[in-house]
């Protein structure tokens, strides 16, 4: 069964350094999400990215981040200037046209 | 600010008993609510997917039902099993298709 799958599993950085989080959704899917989970906290919404570019953003999603779908298989989210508030599980998500959305097992993030 | 809440925010329960979680959200631009079982160190599974109020679902012994006009949905699991043992998610979308999520429902069944 297809799904979506996630590079790295872990990832620790030190803060100001640049991370980028991989991902490979399902090989048909046309809209393409990420999002975060704080320990403790709701998962929450940061992008989502449709025919090769942002279709809606948060308010979380600011200069530091961005998305890129560099070859027509991956899709990658790169957070420039890494924060401690930026640690988190980071999802990546994709769909095909119906309502649902398939995660991946996401990659964790510490900013130390 | 849209709001989904969920409750209780932690179940634990015996083998072979029944449960039921609760989820609250906005009844205005409502498209559809979405339940997702998540354990630890896995991807989110979706379970189901409900845009019609009075829509109910089942997969198994595990079944949903949705109020869109009051803005609660419950998600029902029958003789509950170790397996059934994780995080269960509500998330709520409007037409722009993000997820709004609950703070999750987590389930321990102890055999």
Redesign the interface.
């Given at each position: 069964e297809p799904?979506?799958t996630q590079t790295p599993s872990h990832q620790v950085t030190q803060m100001g350094q640049e991370v980028i989080l991989r991902c490979v959704p399902i090989s048909n899917h046309l809209?393409f999400?990420w999002?975060r989970q704080i320990l403790g906290?709701?998962?929450?919404?940061l992008v989502?990215f449709y025919n090769n570019e942002i279709?809606?953003k948060?308010e979380i999603f600011d200069d530091q981040f961005s998305v890129e779908r560099p070859d027509g298989s991956n899709f990658t989210l790169k957070i420039r200037s890494t924060k401690l508030e930026d640690s988190a599980m980071y999802?990546c998500?994709s769909?095909l046209a119906?309502?649902?959305?398939?995660?991946?097992?996401?990659t964790r993030l510490l900013v130390l | 600010i849209l709001n989904?809440e969920q409750s209780p925010q932690s179940l634990h329960v015996q083998e072979g008993d029944s449960t039921n979680f609760t989820c609250s959200f906005p009844s205005s631009n409502f498209?559809?609510l979405?339940w997702?079982r998540w354990e630890t160190?896995?991807?989110?599974e979706?379970l189901f997917?409900m845009?019609l109020n009075g829509d109910e679902k089942k997969k198994g012994r595990i079944s949903a039902t949705l109020n869109t006009k009051e803005g609660y949905s419950y998600l029902y699991i029958k003789g509950s099993q170790p397996e059934d043992s994780a995080t269960y998610?509500c998330?709520f979308?409007g037409n722009?298709?993000?997820?709004?999520?609950?703070?999750?429902t987590t389930l321990q069944v102890k055999p």
């Open positions: 799904e979506v809209y999400y999002y906290q709701k998962v929450e919404f989502s279709s809606e948060s999802f998500a769909r119906s309502e649902t959305q398939y995660f991946g097992p996401g | 989904v498209y559809a979405h997702y160190a896995k991807s989110p979706a997917v845009t998610l998330a979308s722009t298709g993000k997820l709004i999520f609950g703070q999750g």
